[in-house]
């Protein structure tokens, strides 16, 4: 009963700094919990520096996730996402496109062995290592079993850098772009250690935030649709056909709601925190976040990206 009263009491509009100090303490333990696994792992933890050479390619991050909007991208979009910084989210592997960074975590459990291997020797073919992308890899806990991590190539460690997270204290919408807008100004400011991204549950959470971090003027959503729970390889199953492969089900618990959407694993649903999100970056830094394709859900909440601007500047 203590600490449910606790908790009502932090959300108070004025307990705000209180909120901060306890995700600021949340990002120092598992700082240490990063290190300590990417020394596991043989690893380099994630820098600032490691990010900032990205941002001199282009203003502009594409996060490339897997919805089945990805069939909605033209050959000439593709060329200009070539142009830009882009990252690819866990079973982007799959995708003919290389971007220049893939970001990974490890599979819901180790019943999902299967698809760990399949995504572990994805990222090892031939023409993926010989373009030296980058690799950003979510920290495992220290009691996850080995067989649920990606293996990364040999080749490839000295590009990848393992990274931990933090988050909002609040379990209230209504202070969630305040609480936001704060860790986002100490994480710009280099207040919150190097290797911490802010997180709710999700790899696009991440990666938002480490592009907001990375000084990204403009961030696109790609493939993050939400309203459904087909891939882009379910409808158009000629990727992994190319691959070799008879099937790819990273996951296995699929109902009629996308993974994002519960919050029986986090606070806020996806459709709830990326909006949020942008709005707290746009207000604190003046990135502006966007998806590429009106039939994603986001398109009810951010700006959908019109990439004839790129093509014309």
């Known amino acids: 009963m203590f600490t449910s009263l606790l908790g009502k009491l932090a959300e108070a509009p004025g307990l705000g700094p209180l909120r901060d100090y306890l995700a600021l303490k949340r990002a120092q333990s598992d700082a240490a919990g990063t290190r300590m696994m990417a020394d596991r792992l043989g690893l380099a933890a994630l820098d600032t520096d490691f990010l900032a050479q990205f941002r001199a390619k282009s203003p502009t991050l594409v996060v490339l996730g897997s919805g089945e909007s990805v069939e909605e991208v033209t050959p000439s979009q593709w060329k ?21 960074i893939y970001c990974f975590e490890q599979v819901q459990s180790s019943l999902d062995v299967d698809a760990r291997d399949s995504m572990s020797s994805l990222l090892g073919r031939e023409e993926v290592v010989s373009r030296a992308p980058a690799v950003l890899l979510f920290r495992p806990h220290s009691e996850t079993s080995l067989d649920r991590v990606i293996q990364i190539p040999s080749s490839l460690h000295e590009r ?8 909002v204290v609040t379990r209230n919408r209504t202070n969630l772009v305040r609480d936001l807008r704060r860790l986002i100004r100490y994480s710009v400011r280099g207040q919150l250690p190097e ?6 549950g999700m790899s696009v959470a991440r990666v938002l ?4 971090r990375a000084g990204f003027s403009h961030i696109v959503l790609v493939g993050v649709d939400l309203n459904s729970t087909q891939y882009f390889f379910d409808i158009n199953p000629s990727y992994l056909t190319r691959r070799g492969m008879e099937g790819f089900n990273p996951w296995k618990k699929r109902g009629r709601v996308h993974g994002l959407e519960e919050t029986k694993t986090r606070t806020f649903a996806a459709s ?12 604190e830094v003046a990135t502006r976040v966007y998806v590429s394709s009106s039939s994603s859900a986001l398109a009810n909440h951010l700006p959908v990206f019109d990439f004839r601007d790129l093509l014309a500047s």
């Not at 990848?160 to 988050?167: A, E, K, L, P």
């Not at 290797?195 to 709710?200: C, F, G, N």
């Open 160 to 167: 990848t850098r393992v990274y931990g997270r933090t988050g």
């Open 80 to 100: 200009i996402i070539g142009d830009c910084v882009s990252i690819g989210l866990n079973n982007w592997v799959v995708h003919d496109f290389i971007p220049d």
């Open 272 to 283: 709830t925190f990326i909006p949020a999100f942008a709005e707290a970056a746009r207000q």
């Open 209 to 212: 935030s480490l592009g907001v």
């Open 195 to 200: 290797s911490i991204a802010l997180d709710e």
